[in-house]
């Protein structure tokens, strides 16, 4: 189990998340452990942890473990765990990809810079089959306006030993039309996680887009 002060105050929103990741429904989730679905949904509530009974079950349900689902890795990047039975890799469809990338969440842009290429992270938006993000005026990532980019997204689940990547490359630009400023800002889903003045969309048309997943046996 996670040591104290690893974040573990915020169980019942792990379960949620977790939850709505697999797109599962509370009743799914119980059914799955062997609970009442009103369990789950005072266990999605609480900020502390069931008992450790129950946490496994619901981690088990949710394909995790509960040292996941106590933040035991939330200060460490992914994939410290050990490869699965037989991994195998596997491309992806297009239409897999466009699925993968859904509508919104947070990758990785790689821009040119006079120092050499750099990836950077950012809050991004799926609007018209294009990726779209918002940056300060100055900061590093604007500077992927009129480049050739490549975008990455990725996820990988350390308690099953798998994950998935997604790789878009096209031209950029910076989006100058007021309209279409304005309907990006109403279109975007969250408030960069940064913070701070971010006025400046960019646009990457996805000429290219691959995918390739981790299965295992």
Do not use: K
């Not at 699925?99 to 821009?111: D, K, P, Q």
């Not at 350390?158 to 910076?174: I, K, N, Y």
């Amino acid at each position: 189990m996670p040591a104290a002060g690893s974040g573990r105050g915020d169980v019942g929103r792990r379960l949620a998340a977790r939850r709505e990741r697999l797109g599962l429904t509370p009743d799914d989730v119980a059914e799955r452990a062997g609970v009442a679905a009103s369990y789950v949904r005072y266990a999605e509530r609480r900020p502390d942890a069931p008992d450790t009974a129950a946490l496994l079950r619901l981690a088990a349900a949710l394909d995790t473990s509960a040292a996941e689902l106590l933040g035991g890795g939330s200060e460490l990047p992914p994939g410290l765990g050990e490869a699965g039975p037989r991994p195998e890799l596997v491309p992806m469809s297009g239409a897999e990809c466009r699925e993968h990338l859904a509508t919104h969440g947070v990758g990785r842009v790689a821009v040119p810079t006079p120092e050499g290429p750099a990836i950077f992270p950012v809050n991004y938006t799926v609007a018209d089959d294009a990726i779209v993000f918002r940056t300060g005026e100055d900061s590093p990532a604007a500077r992927a306006a009129g480049a050739e980019v490549a975008f990455e997204v990725d996820h990988v689940d350390d308690a099953l030993s798998r994950g998935w990547s997604v790789l878009v490359t096209g031209p950029s630009r910076q989006v100058t039309d007021p309209a279409e400023v304005s309907r990006l800002d109403e279109a975007a889903r969250s408030q960069p996680w940064a913070g701070g003045e971010r006025r400046r969309w960019v646009r990457i048309t996805t000429a290219r887009v691959t995918g390739r997943r981790i299965r295992t046996g």
